[in-house]
């Protein structure tokens, strides 16, 4: 009796491994996926970061809060958390190739981030964030559309 449930663990070990490997490669899948659809794979073909980030970086809350987001005066850094990396490469993103349109969200009143390079890429942030953003690159942030006083 002894051998048969040593058997019988050794098999739920197993599965228990595979269950975690067949969970990793799905998840790795979910990421490219959510890369090629959101458009993060375009615009890491023109934006990615290359080197280190200098600037101030906040992480951002709410239903798309898997994301930092950095402002200096040459443009705006985005990167994913570190479980949603992998085929999320970091972005800088020039000032230039940004336009900021005031909007309004679900809940809130804000700003929405257009990169003008992608179709489907556009952030909200609440006006409290963006003001806060906004306090670290105020002069690029006006010469990008942003016409409000901090």
Do not use: Q
Not at 24 to 33: D, E, G, N, P, Q
Not at 71 to 77: A, E, K, P, T
Not at 87 to 95: A, D, S, T
Not at 137 to 142: F, G, I, N, R, V
């Amino acid at each position: 009796m002894a051998a048969g449930s040593e058997e019988l663990r050794v098999m739920s070990e197993s599965l228990d491994i595979l269950f975690g490997l067949i969970f990793i490669a799905w998840w790795f899948v979910v990421l490219k996926l959510l890369s090629k659809y959101e458009g993060w794979d375009r615009l890491a073909s023109k934006y990615a970061l290359e080197g280190k980030f200098d600037g101030i970086v906040m992480r951002c809350r709410g239903p798309r809060g898997a994301i930092h987001i950095g402002v200096n005066g040459s443009g705006i850094y985005l990167a994913m958390l570190f479980c949603f990396r992998p085929f999320h490469k970091p972005l800088f993103v020039p000032w230039k190739d940004i336009k900021i349109v005031r909007a309004k969200g679900f809940f809130s009143k804000g700003y929405k981030l257009v990169l003008l390079f992608a179709t489907r890429m556009e952030f909200f942030f609440s006006e409290k964030t963006f003001k806060s953003l906004a306090k670290h690159a105020y002069e690029k942030l006006k010469s990008a559309g942003y016409k409000d006083d901090l």
